[in-house]
């Protein structure tokens, strides 16, 4: 959803060092984790498979990624041609949003915009126990829409986490506007990567 419809001011990198401050300062996690090669939720999914937080340590932790998406999220505008896109591809495609934001945020903005009704199903984080990327949220769509193998499926987003997660699901991945180079480092190896949305007609 960040990036690829809405053109969001999330300061992921903030958030990461937030939630690494926070783990660490409740020991979960050490000092001098390569942050590098880490996001929020990766950092996350560290903490909780150490089995060292209890439900009202997790409901603190959810909410240092939530203060950032709130100010992020604020003010955030369609990126170019989406509402058109939607509107072309609706009733051929089923269109799905996966995002690592909660579905409350993500239903609020999409719905700010008027394209929520476009969507068939929002997928954030309170429905999977681990965040892109790791794949459960695609395995959600896929069990919901069981009749639809998942290389009949286009991934799309910016960032590795999204190509990781797609193609650990096993469906295909179009990166928008992402880090060609970030993605190669991280073995995320998209089938296309594409500047304008509307040129995702000619992979479907």
Known sequence: ????LLR?????????????????????LVEGVELNRHTASTLIEAGVKTNRMNESLMKE??????????????????????????KEWQGLYHLVVVTNNSIEAAEAALRGHDVLRFFEQVVGREQVRFLKPAPDAFFHVLHHFGEVSPGEWISVGDSWMDGR????????????????????????????????LRDLNAYL
Request: hydrophobic share 45%; aromatic share 10%; proline share 5%.
């Open 1 to 4: 959803m960040d990036n690829t």
């Open 8 to 28: 969001s001011r999330i300061d992921f990198e903030a958030m990461k060092q937030d939630v690494y401050q926070f783990l660490v300062s409740h020991g979960i």
């Open 61 to 86: 932790l959810w909410d240092v990624p939530k203060k950032h998406e709130v100010i992020g999220m604020k003010d955030a505008e369609l990126e170019p041609g989406v509402k058109e896109l939607l």
């Open 165 to 196: 997660a797609s193609a650990l699901a096993g469906i295909p991945f179009i990166a928008y506007g992402g880090d060609e180079a970030k993605m190669n480092e991280m073995e995320v190896f998209p089938r296309a990567f594409i500047r304008d």
